[in-house]
């Protein structure tokens, strides 16, 4: 069935660092995906979005890349941050209905 | 200033108990959903309402029963709590039912079934 996965369960970095993480995802038919960051304790929050019309996008110190012919999908962090500890989720949606389809989640840790 | 709030945000009971999780957004937005997440971080979607009406209702057990009383609330009433119901629900809205909205989640509400 469809799936959306990430390649590392855990990926450590030190602090001023770009960090990258990635997600495969395996429906074709995805037209939108939305990169989520969770804090322990605390529900996911908003990073970036891209459109399937869209290779790149980028936000405040972060960058979306979406690679449609390989179906992946990755999202850069310049000069991680301790704050930037977290959880990452990329989603994923067909535009059908409402329906987000995550995947598996990376954490990232950052190394002072 | 909470844009979604969710109450409790811990919730510890015995199986076979009736417990209801409540959920309030304040960003006029038409759409509201649940969310399960696992031990291992793993969220799947339960139900999804747009302006009171049920529009997603993935494969949950009928144990499980959303309530929305308007749109800015949507409730889940869980009987007979299992054991494999222990999990954290989260929350969430967005501005519209259509595919490719951000949706703002709530901080969650923790589900212990002893």
């Known amino acids: 069935g469809e799936s959306v996965g990430l390649h590392l369960p855990t990926l450590s970095v030190q602090e001023g660092d770009n960090s990258i993480i990635n997600c495969a995802y395996s429906n074709s038919a995805s037209d939108y995906f939305i990169w989520y960051k969770q804090e322990s304790g605390k529900g996911p929050q908003f990073i970036i979005d891209?459109?399937?019309?869209?290779d790149k996008r980028q936000g405040q110190r972060v960058t979306v890349l979406l690679n449609k012919t390989v179906k992946h999908l990755s999202l850069q962090i310049a000069a991680t941050q301790p704050g930037d500890s977290a959880v990452y989720f990329c989603a994923e949606n067909t535009g059908t209905a409402s329906k987000l389809t995550f995947g598996t989640g990376t954490r990232l840790q950052v190394t002072l | 200033d909470t844009a979604v709030s969710q109450t409790p945000k811990y919730l510890v009971t015995q199986m076979g108990n009736d417990k209801s999780i409540k959920c309030e957004q304040n960003l006029g937005h038409d759409t509201m959903y649940w969310y399960k997440q696992d031990s291992k971080k793993f969220l799947k979607i339960m139900f999804s309402y747009n302006n009171k009406e049920l529009i997603i209702n993935e494969t949950v057990p009928n144990r499980f029963s959303p309530k929305s009383p308007d749109k800015a609330h949507l409730n889940l009433h869980i009987n007979s709590l299992e054991l494999g119901d222990s999990a954290v629900y989260f929350c969430?809205?967005?501005?519209?039912?259509?595919?490719?909205?951000?949706?703002?989640f709530g901080p969650g509400t923790r589900l212990t079934v002893t």
């Open positions: 891209i459109r399937s019309n869209m």
């Open positions: 969430a809205s967005s501005q519209d039912p259509a595919g490719g909205r951000e949706q703002y």
